[in-house]
């Protein structure tokens, strides 16, 4: 069974910096992309970032590029993301979700882990 566990959520100040992490256990190695989500209240889900089973491929919401970089350690089973100069409107749940190669949809997700930016 495929579980995902994000941490690292919390209360920054707007222009502050986070790092998210996600740890995937029941698929290893690269064989599966994966992708981070958010969402504010109110809202839809909305795409954040994603990347290749091996790293080389990345691809970001207009609204996070230049500020958010995503990575992943195989070895680790774990993705990451780096959230810099954050805004208010970043402010959201984030949630992590894999996707097998070869495949369109993500079909596990983690929890969610809450982000909240003060002004």
């Known amino acids: 069974q495929v579980q995902l566990v994000e941490s690292g959520g919390g209360l920054v100040q707007a222009g502050g910096s986070l790092r998210l992490s996600c740890v995937v256990s029941?698929?290893?190695?690269?064989?599966?992309?994966m992708g981070w989500f958010r969402q504010a209240p109110g809202k839809e889900r909305e795409f954040v970032t994603a990347i290749s089973g091996g790293g080389a491929i990345r691809s970001y919401a207009d609204s996070v590029k230049g500020r958010f970089t995503i990575s992943r350690d195989n070895a680790k089973n774990t993705v990451y993301l780096q959230m810099n100069s954050l805004k208010h409107e970043d402010m959201a749940v984030y949630y992590c979700?894999?996707?097998?190669?070869?495949?369109?949809?993500?079909?596990?997700w983690g929890q969610g882990t809450q982000v909240t930016v003060s002004f």
């Open positions: 979700a894999a996707r097998g190669v070869g495949t369109n949809e993500y079909a596990d």
């Open positions: 029941g698929r290893t190695g690269s064989n599966y992309a």
